[in-house]
């Protein structure tokens, strides 16, 4: 009897140990992945650092649509977990930031495109952070900040 247990405790300490090195190597995964996806932002300055200049304006673009783009898909994740959450009277906070990207676009407006992604990227960060706070993992909630900040910056440039 007394091996049975020592057998069952060694097998849920492997178990465990397992799972921990697992949620590890995934950690590393989502940090790699998350710092990759802020290499977008940065081509606008690089190619005019390296005196591209003819390129600029396309890859400035490029960078405007992919800043859209995750804002829209921070605004739905977002969405998702209000109505987890119950929180239907806070529905409205996500669609500031997914309206503003938006319009970023608009011709009368475009000028101040940089400016208003920017800020449409601290909000989703602010709606997360405060709102929401769904960042238990102080690991994550540092992650997303800091790539919140590299991607924003990028936009000050």
């Known amino acids: 009897m007394i091996n049975l247990k020592s057998d069952l405790a060694r097998q849920i300490s492997i178990k465990s140990n397992y799972i921990h090195i697992n949620m590890r190597s995934t950690n590393r995964k989502i940090i790699l992945i998350t710092y990759l996806g802020v290499i977008p932002f940065y081509l606008s ?25 995750i804002v ?38 475009s000028s101040y495109q940089p400016f208003i992604l920017f800020l449409c990227l601290l909000i989703c960060l602010l709606i997360d952070l405060r709102v929401l706070n769904v960042y238990h993992d102080s690991w994550y909630k540092k992650l997303r900040t800091n790539a919140t900040i590299l991607a924003s910056i990028s936009f000050l440039l």
């Open 45 to 69: 300055p690089l190619l005019i650092y390296l005196n591209y200049d003819y390129l600029n304006d396309y890859f400035k673009q490029i960078s405007y649509v992919y800043a859209s783009m």
């Open 72 to 109: 829209s898909f921070l605004s739905g994740m977002q969405w998702q977990k209000l109505i987890a959450e119950n929180k239907d009277n806070l529905l409205f906070l996500p669609l500031i930031a997914l309206l503003l990207a938006i319009i970023s676009g608009n011709y009368m407006i």
